[in-house]
Nanobody, 126 residues
Framework: QPQLVQSGGGLVQPGGSLRLSCVVS????????IGWFRQAPGKEREQVSC????????YYTDSVKGRFTISRDSAKNTVYLQLNSLKPEDTATYYC???????????????????WGQGTQVTVSS
């Protein structure tokens, strides 16, 4: 059974940084797109970033471009999301998820994602 185990959330001051990790078992990150999503209280879950199975396709929602970076370590079967210059509006529960897309450079979507991590809280506050 595929499993995604997340770590790295926490409380940070505005302008600070965090690195979220998503350790995958049960499938290879080289064969699946991995997405990062977040959900704030009272809001819908949104896709923040993703990386395609080929590794050549990445996506960032406009509000995090230039601040967040997605990467993966195939040897560790792990995907990371580096969060820099954090803002209070980044406060949310963050989830990683895995999906198979027809095209190897695709990763945008939500319904396509079948396997989800447990979520990790990121709180940005002074």
């Amino acid at each position: 059974q595929p499993q995604l185990v997340q770590s790295g959330g926490g409380l940070v001051q505005p302008g600070g940084s965090l690195r979220l990790s998503c350790v995958v078992s049960g499938f290879r990150v080289d064969y699946y797109a991995i997405g990062w999503f977040r959900q704030a209280p009272g809001k819908e879950r949104e896709q923040v970033s993703c990386i395609s199975s080929s590794g050549t396709g990445t996506y960032y929602t406009d509000s995090v471009k230039g601040r967040f970076t997605i990467s993966r370590d195939s040897a560790k079967n792990t995907v990371y999301l580096q969060l820099n210059s954090l803002k209070p509006e980044d406060t949310a529960t963050y989830y990683c998820a895995g999906a198979v897309f027809y095209y190897g450079d695709a990763c945008r979507g939500r319904d396509e994602y079948d396997y989800w991590g447990q979520g990790t809280q990121v709180t940005v506050s002074s």
